[in-house]
């Protein structure tokens, strides 16, 4: 599956934002799919993840209650809804997806993501 992430920009805290991930090249209903950001000078992080059937999310502490992951099949699609956004969100966002048509362990770590995009730059000015 190839994986393309859009949506970022220069925006303000406060404002919200959201992210795409478009999807090619197989059955996106079969794949979890999660985001996840790295800052300048910072180790990659997780940020959220959705089953294959968007039944089932989960978040990283630092963006619950702001950002919303959401999924569309029909459209071979995984979104990102930012709300609230803040300079310490300020990163370069990628989406990965991992072959899942099941229960999938929401904690799972990078490597268990076989599929990457390139990444999508957010940046959030105070």
């Known amino acids: 599956v190839q994986l393309q992430a859009s949506g970022g920009g220069l925006v303000q805290a406060g404002d919200s934002l959201r992210l795409s991930c478009a999807a090619s090249?197989?059955?996106?209903?079969?794949?979890?799919v999660a985001w996840f950001r790295q800052a300048p000078g910072k180790e990659r992080s997780f940020v959220a993840n959705?089953?294959?059937?968007?039944?089932?999310?989960y978040y990283a502490n630092s963006v619950k209650g702001r950002f919303t992951i959401s999924r569309d099949n029909a459209k071979n699609a995984v979104y990102l809804q930012m709300n609230d956004l803040k300079p310490e969100d300020t990163a370069v966002y990628y989406c990965?997806?991992?072959?899942?048509?099941?229960?999938?362990?929401?904690?799972?770590?990078?490597?268990?993501?076989?599929?990457w995009g390139k990444g999508t730059q957010v940046t959030v000015s105070s």
């Open positions: 990965a997806a991992v072959y899942s048509p099941g229960p999938f362990n929401p904690v799972a770590g990078m490597p268990a993501y076989h599929y």
């Open positions: 090249g197989a059955t996106f209903s079969n794949y979890a």
């Open positions: 959705i089953n294959y059937n968007g039944a089932n999310t």
